[in-house]
């Protein structure tokens, strides 16, 4: 689809509209939610690293990367209550994610794509619940975003050299610095580049060697490090090597095990993305496949991998490893509700009633009604508010 240009006015009222939705979803009553357990043992790791910058790695006791407490660490001068710097924390990569989703989406799309990718991300039941919380699972996302941000810059501009590549592998390492499934993003921008390059064109397969080099450089001072492990069931690559299934497992075909995943899998997102968004992904998903969308499918392979991934290797796992697969979700909703917006306002035209509306004045209202829908079916809160209560 053709960019829509949006001009510099519109652009800052949209901007701050965002911005106050964002601000007004994740600030209002933050200390209110009850203190989860991973926030605690994190924060209580950057309050050790901010006394003594010798523990800087103390993380990499329990077999953690320390991107986020070191955030954390530093953004603790700031005097503020320990739990809800944190959280702030989690809020400003959100906002990193807004940037870069809507970066992707006017890009390979139009505008309209990146803002109703970016309002989704604001409402979906999961990021109202995780961006609220002191974890390291939205850096991550955020990470993950950005290095599949800089693979849609290096397709666009094609010319651009080596450094954005670079920029490309810095963002993944810091994921990797962040997280241990950033393993499961690494991957994606180089899906992206593959999909988007010019036919006979090799130099991309020797930048993104050298963007692989980078991500590997600045990943290398978590191994270099003096900390040791202090348990016995940490891994410094996976983390936990008891959750994640050996290749013998994985050659007996556990049938069992991957149909439990599925399951748990579809259950939460049924709840936490809900039906209405789950029905425009697969009307965005046929699209792109009927249009031979090269790039779109690249958006499609960034929302499937990493949860098909956990299907097939996970013994064991919690919703927000999901977390990371949603920013393609978004787009992808996006996609949908643009494209069936601009198909009810071609409707509304043949109606009398509308036939003195400007064309603008009926995309807002398809618009609109097509949101009101979408957000149906408890969209605010995962499943229905008394069961919930």
């Not at 906002?95 to 970016?118: E, M, Q, W």
């Not at 939205?138 to 670079?166: D, E, H, Q, R």
């Not at 997102?269 to 249009?291: D, K, M, R, V």
Request: glycine share 6%.
């Amino acid at each position: 689809m053709s960019s829509t240009s949006l001009n510099a006015n519109k652009a800052l009222v949209v901007g701050f509209l965002v911005l106050f939705l964002f601000g007004i979803t994740r600030l209002l009553n933050l200390s209110g939610f009850p203190l989860f357990t991973d926030e605690a043992i994190y924060i209580h790791w950057a309050q050790l690293m901010r006394s003594d910058w010798d523990d800087i790695f103390i993380s990499k006791m329990d077999g953690k990367q320390p991107l986020y407490m070191w955030l954390v660490a530093l953004a603790l001068n700031f005097k503020l209550d320990p739990l809800i710097t944190g959280r702030c924390i989690t809020i400003l990569a959100s906002l990193c994610s807004i940037a870069g989703i809507f970066y992707i989406g006017k890009t390979l799309f139009n505008y309209r794509v990146g803002f109703f990718a970016v309002l989704s991300w604001i409402f979906l039941p999961y990021l109202l619940f995780f961006d609220r919380l002191a974890l390291a699972d939205g850096l991550l996302t955020a990470c993950g975003v950005w290095s599949v941000a800089m693979a849609v810059y290096i397709i666009k501009n094609p010319k651009s050299g080596i450094l954005p590549f670079l920029f490309l592998g810095g963002f993944l390492g810091c994921a990797y610095m962040t997280k241990a499934t950033a393993l499961l993003l690494v991957p994606i921008p180089f899906v992206f580049l593959l999909l988007g390059k010019k036919r006979g064109e090799r130099q991309w397969i020797y930048r993104s060697v050298a963007a692989l080099g980078c991500a590997a450089f600045v990943a290398l001072p978590y191994f270099l490090s003096q900390t040791g492990l202090a348990i016995s069931d940490r891994d410094l690559i996976v983390h936990r090597q008891d959750l994640v299934l050996t290749p013998s497992e994985l050659l007996s075909l556990p049938w069992a095990i991957w149909y439990r995943n599925a399951e748990i899998i579809w259950e939460f997102y049924c709840a936490y993305i809900t039906w209405p968004i789950l029905t425009l992904l697969g009307f965005a998903i046929g699209s792109i496949f009927l249009e031979k969308n090269y790039i779109g499918i690249g958006v499609i392979f960034w929302a499937v991998f990493p949860t098909l991934a956990i299907v097939l290797v996970a013994k064991g796992f919690f919703s927000r490893y999901f977390i990371i697969a949603l920013p393609p979700l978004t787009i992808l909703a996006a996609v949908a509700f643009e494209r069936l917006g601009i198909f009810i306002s071609k409707l509304m035209e043949r109606a009398s009633r509308f036939g003195n509306m400007s064309v603008t004045a009926k995309q807002v209202v398809a618009f609109c009604l097509l949101f009101f829908i979408t957000f149906l079916d408890s969209f605010f809160l995962p499943g229905n508010l008394s069961k919930t209560r």
